[in-house]
Every structure is written in C-alpha cells, then in structure tokens.
C-alpha cells in the first residue's frame, strides 16, 4: 500500500460577515456538496468523516453530533477535532496510511455571527486559578507577546501595518473574501488601540462560512480528476500557560514546520516552496510565522513585507488569498480556509490571485490566544 496522501476535493461556502438567511447546518451542507462534486464522488462514497468544532464556539455540547446529516454520513463514522483545522487534516492522513479508510471528508463551519461575547467565550480557555481572575483578555496577551516579538526580531510598527495593508487589498481580488478594502498604513496605525501595541486593524475581523476537504489515498486520487498531494504535515503545542510560554517565538510553528519539512523531504524551505498560506489571526503573526517557519530569518520578515517580497506577484507571495485578515477569522474552519486556498494555487485555479508557477506551498495554522497549538502542512502539484 502507498503511503501517499492527496487532497482531492473542496468545498468552499463564500465568507460572509453575516449570513443570517442560512444557519451552519446549511453552510456546512453547502461545502460538502462542493467538495464531493470537486473530487467527483458521492457521500456513499467516503469511508470516514471527520469534524474539527468547538463546543465553546457553538454554544452545544458534543457538537458533531449536529454534522452527520449535512455531510451524507449518517450511521457512518464520524469523529471531532476539538482543535486546530490541520490537526482534523491530520487525523484524515492518519486514517488513510493505516488503510482504515480512502476516502475521508474533513468538515468545519463557523457562525462568529451568533456569538455575542467573543472575549468573553475566549477566556474560558484561560486557567481558571491563576490568569482568569485577573480578567486578563485574549486580545491583551496577543498584546503582550506582540510586543515583546517586536522587541527581539525588531519589528518596527510600520511592517506590521503593512501586514494589514497588502492582506486587505489582495482579498479584493478574492471573491470568497469578506473584508478586502484598500486602506493605508496611516488608516491602519491611526485605528483604535486595543491593547498596547495593538490595533483595531490589526486584528482579524470574524466571518461566517464552511469548508470541507476530502483526503484521499494514492488510488482513490489517481481516480480524481484534480489531486494535490500532501507532501507532509506536522503539528504541535506548547503550554497553554501563560508563566510557562516563549512570549517572543511561536514555537508551535517551529516544530510543526520541521515535523512537515522532514515528512516531505524539504531542506531549504525558502527555495523549495513557492508561496505559503499562513495564520494571520493577528498581523504581526504573519511576521512571526514567516521566521518561525524558516521561511525568513529573524529580522528578515519586516523587511520582505516593507520592500513588498510577500505581496501577491512578489518573489515569495504571503497570504495571496487575503488572508484572515482580507477573508476573514472563522475560528477552527481558519486553517481549512487556507489549506483550500493553497489548493487551488496549485491546481491553477486561484484567478486573480493566482501565483505564477505555484509548484510546492506551506499552510500554516494557529489555534488562538491562549493555546500554543499549530500545524504545518507542505501541499505539491505532483
């Protein structure tokens, strides 16, 4: 049996800031239906399903129990990912390499719009002993750790302005994107402080939609009229503790992106991969994820975004899509939102956003303030 592991289809709802007329049943309904028509394959079809949800994020318990109907997996095997979108990919992997499955359907929604208290929801993953009566907020220890990335890989307030700046403006071109505009780097540091350093802008805004991505063994892709193939995928965490974390380096990333590089057999990611797909929850973790991906070294990624090296048609293009910070933040679907992206470079089909000769590309996800959780995955047209 071979090893190899491909993406052969996906199902992308168009983000929304609200989508009142539908709820997430019907989204997720949606993106399933586009991701088995994308691989050319019936529900009867897929062995195995997988749902990546939060039971925080949904307002319910056991939340994938809610998901058997959209996806066409009734009386069939499904099981949730309370976690990061790459580690649901990689759950899918791990099903297909021990020849349980062939074909297995990848599902997470959002609907941001129904959550009234974002923060609020957010702190409840904060340790309730020492750092939750403290009333500490998620975008105040982003804060924290941006400043002090700042500090040691000397990254000037303008770069990360930037970050905003060309992410926003290239989701313009995405039709799938909620939040593309043209702003300015002035528009940008003059938004309403959050938390020292951060800004109003700097944050991504949140977004409705669903995703679905269906993985495949070697001879269920070769079946598939458009395969991209997993080349390696890695994922990590580190504590979630506040007092026991590297609040300048995203370590998480690091190890993720060794674990996947080794997988797929990368060397020297700079000149192997041809453009990557990484969490900007926060702009200044564009940066961050850049050096600790060994794509840019320390320093190095605020002056590639100030001389324009990641934008869209640059010599490393970053976040073509948009990013979250142009498409939108829609919590554990984030990292399917990219990892669909990346597929669609590689298939050519990214329209006005496509990267030219996109050959080999890097996702790379984040699961949020407070965990140190992330995964890297390495996608190739061969």
């Given at each position: 049996?071979s090893?190899?592991v491909?993406i052969?289809?996906?199902g992308?709802?168009p983000l929304?800031?609200?989508?009142?007329?539908?709820?997430?049943?019907?989204l997720?309904?949606?993106?399933?239906?586009?991701?088995y028509a994308d691989a050319?394959?019936?529900h009867?079809?897929?062995?195995?399903?997988?749902s990546?949800c939060e039971?925080f994020?949904?307002?319910?318990?056991?939340t994938d129990?809610?998901t058997p109907?959209q996806l066409?997996a009734?009386l069939?095997?499904?099981?949730?990912?309370?976690?990061d979108?790459?580690q649901g990919i990689?759950?899918a992997?791990?099903?297909?390499?021990?020849?349980?499955?062939d074909l297995?359907a990848?599902?997470?929604?959002?609907k941001?719009?129904n959550?009234?208290?974002?923060?609020?929801v957010?702190a409840m993953a904060l340790?309730p002993a020492y750092e939750?009566p403290?009333r500490?907020?998620?975008h105040?220890?982003a804060a924290?750790?941006?400043r002090r990335?700042?500090?040691?890989s000397?990254?000037?307030?303008?770069?990360?302005a930037?970050?905003?700046?060309?992410?926003?403006?290239?989701a313009l071109?995405?039709?799938?994107?909620a939040?593309g505009?043209?702003i300015?780097?002035?528009?940008?540091?003059?938004?309403?402080?959050?938390a020292?350093?951060?800004?109003t802008l700097e944050i991504?805004?949140?977004a409705d939609?669903?995703v679905?991505?269906v993985?495949?063994s070697?001879?269920?892709?070769?079946?598939?009229?458009?395969?991209?193939?997993?080349?390696?995928?890695?994922?990590?965490s580190?504590?979630?503790?506040?007092a026991m974390?590297s609040?300048?380096?995203?370590?998480y990333?690091?190890l993720?992106?060794?674990m996947?590089y080794?997988?797929a057999g990368?060397t020297?990611?700079p000149?192997e991969i041809s453009?990557?797909?990484?969490?900007?929850?926060?702009?200044y973790?564009?940066?961050q994820h850049?050096?600790?991906?060994?794509l840019?070294?320390r320093g190095e990624?605020?002056r590639?975004?100030m001389?324009?090296?990641?934008?869209?048609?640059g010599?490393?293009p970053?976040?073509?899509?948009?990013?979250?910070?142009?498409?939108?933040?829609?919590?554990?679907?984030t990292?399917?939102?990219?990892t669909g992206?990346?597929?669609q470079?590689?298939r050519g089909e990214?329209?006005r956003?496509?990267?030219r000769?996109?050959?080999?590309?890097?996702v790379l996800s984040?699961?949020?303030v407070?965990?140190q959780?992330?995964?890297?995955?390495v996608?190739g047209?061969?």
């Amino acid at each position: 049996m071979s090893d190899r592991v491909a993406i052969v289809g996906v199902g992308i709802v168009p983000l929304r800031v609200q989508s009142r007329e539908r709820s997430f049943r019907e989204l997720t309904f949606e993106a399933a239906a586009r991701a088995y028509a994308d691989a050319g394959i019936t529900h009867e079809e897929v062995d195995s399903f997988v749902s990546v949800c939060e039971d925080f994020h949904e307002g319910t318990s056991i939340t994938d129990e809610y998901t058997p109907d959209q996806l066409g997996a009734v009386l069939r095997p499904v099981h949730t990912v309370a976690g990061d979108g790459l580690q649901g990919i990689a759950a899918a992997v791990m099903l297909v390499r021990s020849g349980i499955a062939d074909l297995v359907a990848v599902e997470a929604h959002c609907k941001a719009s129904n959550i009234v208290s974002h923060q609020q929801v957010l702190a409840m993953a904060l340790d309730p002993a020492y750092e939750r009566p403290v009333r500490v907020t998620p975008h105040a220890i982003a804060a924290l750790e941006m400043r002090r990335y700042q500090q040691d890989s000397v990254i000037p307030d303008e770069a990360i302005a930037m970050v905003v700046v060309k992410n926003r403006r290239q989701a313009l071109a995405n039709p799938v994107a909620a939040h593309g505009s043209s702003i300015s780097p002035e528009d940008v540091l003059s938004s309403a402080p959050v938390a020292e350093p951060l800004r109003t802008l700097e944050i991504s805004p949140y977004a409705d939609g669903a995703v679905v991505i269906v993985v495949a063994s070697e001879d269920a892709a070769r079946r598939a009229p458009k395969p991209v193939w997993i080349r390696g995928i890695g994922w990590a965490s580190d504590s979630p503790w506040l007092a026991m974390r590297s609040w300048g380096q995203a370590s998480y990333a690091q190890l993720s992106a060794t674990m996947a590089y080794t997988m797929a057999g990368i060397t020297d990611p700079p000149r192997e991969i041809s453009f990557a797909e990484l969490d900007d929850t926060y702009a200044y973790k564009e940066l961050q994820h850049l050096e600790a991906a060994q794509l840019a070294s320390r320093g190095e990624a605020a002056r590639w975004i100030m001389d324009g090296h990641t934008r869209q048609g640059g010599p490393f293009p970053v976040n073509p899509s948009g990013g979250s910070l142009g498409m939108g933040y829609c919590f554990d679907a984030t990292a399917l939102y990219r990892t669909g992206a990346a597929v669609q470079q590689l298939r050519g089909e990214a329209g006005r956003v496509q990267v030219r000769n996109a050959s080999t590309g890097l996702v790379l996800s984040w699961r949020g303030v407070p965990t140190q959780t992330g995964g890297a995955m390495v996608l190739g047209a061969l």
